[in-house]
């Protein structure tokens, strides 16, 4: 796999920014799309727009086709056994609240526990900590190791009889940690538990498969796998989808509404009230399609390769603090640091002044920054559009940063 | 890289101020407190106020962020320390309009707070700037 060929299929990398050639290593939090993610939307939106399962018309048939098309691909994608098990949702954060909120309510009750993990993003905190708070049941957290990783002994001292969910995510965003999902998964069934994995960090550099994770429910998003922001999706085991009612109610997921009463349509549309996001699904279907071209292992290799690049040159600066594990194999294309006595915002903005766009903030992780004992971080992430020149840009803009800020201290 | 622009952001006064923060810590009992966050990017603070004779008689600031934000919390309490209510809400209007590039009262002296005019161009750190600020107007509109 050549990024810099990879790099000409997105049209925004080709651009300056403040004068200097952009290096975007903000991935982790939106990556680029190729063009043809957008031309895909383009395409339906000028030669097909219509509303899905309705018309008899021919643009609706067609539609309608690009639409489910799509959900049969994030199926293989996910190696997922039915489409019955694929719900187009807003988001991560959606797809996360759904199942807190439909399958929580039915079946957390006071004293119940909900094991998570100190490094979450606040999308798999919040809707437990109001499921718990709603429930009166007990929100539990499984520490962390020294270096940022969980140990599957904290997970079997956390996880007890009393749990009936445990949410993880897959890959760090913060950390850029692997976690043993599959593992907590067993541990989690052997306690009758549910296991829910946050794919959001995870499904656009690594190959999935939901089935051998043996997951219960599986969240992820468009945006961070090069496809359109406002589009994601749960998966879930269709014996629990069949039995979980919908949040949300309206067009398109009825069978039949009478005065009173109404009854729902079957999988997976039972869940996706009023019309759902078909641009975004057919740009989603077209973002899987580009990266199974190229291939997930490529993509994973060449990202652990550029972690340890990055891992490699940035130790070698002095000042620097970088969080998470130093085995490169353990983290994915994501790396946290903080430089000495510069505040995360004020590298942020002298690497921007260089063209280099990296993430200074919490990160949506207040929980584990209060882990880390900081109060913020900076953040470079890659994908498969980064190249190691990224990368020694990078750390000459942050020899740069450091040198400015000691000349006008 | 462009240094010139940076200097337009990171004055001399303002790394003074951040190095060296005026008025840090808290105040003693008969004050107001007020707690206020950045929720975007984490940046915290906890303004302790003193109002006697409708004046803020004393001020003091405690902290967590970066270099514009803490400069500008320090530089606002030395602004406001011994001014009248009024005085310090008409300053806090006319750093905001400063802060927003937008045109502002020539004839009130803010000082130090002036070397912040250069924020106005880097529109993503303008809520780093006016973090105390706020917390303080809504201190004072209680």
């Known amino acids: 796999m050549n990024p810099y060929e990879i790099r000409k299929l997105f049209p925004i990398l080709d651009q300056e920014v403040n004068g200097q050639p952009l290096v975007y290593l903000d991935s982790a939090a939106t990556s680029q799309k190729p063009a043809a993610v957008i031309e895909a939307i383009e395409q339906y939106y000028r030669g097909y727009n219509s509303n899905v399962h309705r018309g008899v018309h021919t643009l609706g048939t067609k539609a309608t086709d690009a639409y489910e098309g799509a959900r049969e691909k994030v199926r293989k994608f996910i190696n997922a056994s039915s489409t019955e098990e694929i719900i187009f949702t807003r988001g991560t954060t959606t797809s996360l609240n759904t199942v807190a909120r439909s399958y929580g309510g039915a079946n957390v009750k006071e004293g119940d526990e909900i094991v998570i993990s100190y490094m979450e993003h606040h999308s798999n905190i919040i809707p437990w900590q109001q499921l718990a708070k709603e429930k009166g049941a007990v929100l539990k957290y499984i520490p962390l190791q020294e270096d940022g990783t969980i140990s599957l002994d904290d997970v079997r001292a956390t996880i007890t009889d009393a749990t009936k969910i445990v949410s993880i995510m897959q890959v760090s965003n913060v950390l850029g940690v692997i976690n043993p999902v599959k593992e907590i998964a067993k541990i989690a069934h052997e306690h009758n538990a549910v296991m829910v994995v946050d794919g959001a960090q995870s499904t656009p550099h690594l190959k999935v498969d939901v089935r051998d994770l043996d997951c219960d429910f599986f969240a992820f998003s468009g945006h961070k796998m090069v496809g359109p922001t406002g589009i994601g999706v749960l998966y879930g085991k269709k014996e629990l989808l069949e039995k979980m009612e919908p949040i949300e109610f309206g067009g398109e997921m009825i069978d039949f509404v ?64 970088i969080y998470g594990p130093k085995d490169s ?75 400015y800020f000691s000349n006008v201290f | 890289m462009s240094f010139d622009n940076l200097d337009t952001l990171y004055r001399q006064v303002i ?127 209680e």
């Open chain 1, 258 to 321: 009478g005065l009173y009463e109404s009854t729902w349509k079957e999988l997976p549309w039972k869940f996706e009230g009023g019309t759902p996001i078909i641009a975004g699904a057919i740009g989603m279907g077209a973002a899987i399609d580009f990266l199974e071209e190229i291939g997930l292992d490529h993509i994973e290799r060449h990202e652990h390769k550029l972690a340890a690049y990055a891992m490699e040159k940035m130790s070698a600066i002095e000042g620097l603090t």
């Open chain 2, 15 to 141: 790394m003074d101020h951040y190095k060296k923060p005026r008025n840090k810590g808290m105040l003693e009992d008969g004050s107001m407190t007020i707690d206020m966050n950045n929720p975007t990017c984490g940046d915290r603070i906890r303004l302790t106020m003193k109002i006697e004779d409708g004046k803020v008689s004393d001020v003091k600031f405690d902290g967590d962020g970066c270099s514009i934000s803490m400069s500008s919390a320090s530089m606002m309490t030395q602004a406001i320390k011994g001014k009248d209510v009024d005085t310090a809400l008409a300053m806090s209007e006319t750093f905001s309009l400063m802060i927003q590039g937008k045109e502002y009262d020539n004839e009130m002296d803010l000082g130090d707070i002036e070397a912040l005019q250069g924020v106005s161009k880097f529109p993503a750190r303008i809520k780093c700037a006016t973090l105390a600020w706020k917390a303080m107007e809504k201190g004072l509109k």
């Open chain 1, 329 to 403: 194999e353990k983290r994915a294309g994501v790396v946290t640091f903080n430089m000495n006595d510069v505040h995360p915002h004020d590298v942020a903005t002298v690497l921007d002044a260089d063209g280099i766009a990296v993430r200074a903030g919490h990160h949506c992780a207040q929980p584990l920054m209060k882990w880390l004992d900081v109060s913020s971080t900076a953040r470079a992430s890659f994908y498969l559009y980064n190249t190691e020149e990224d990368i020694d840009k990078l750390v000459s803009g942050l020899v740069k940063t450091k040198e």
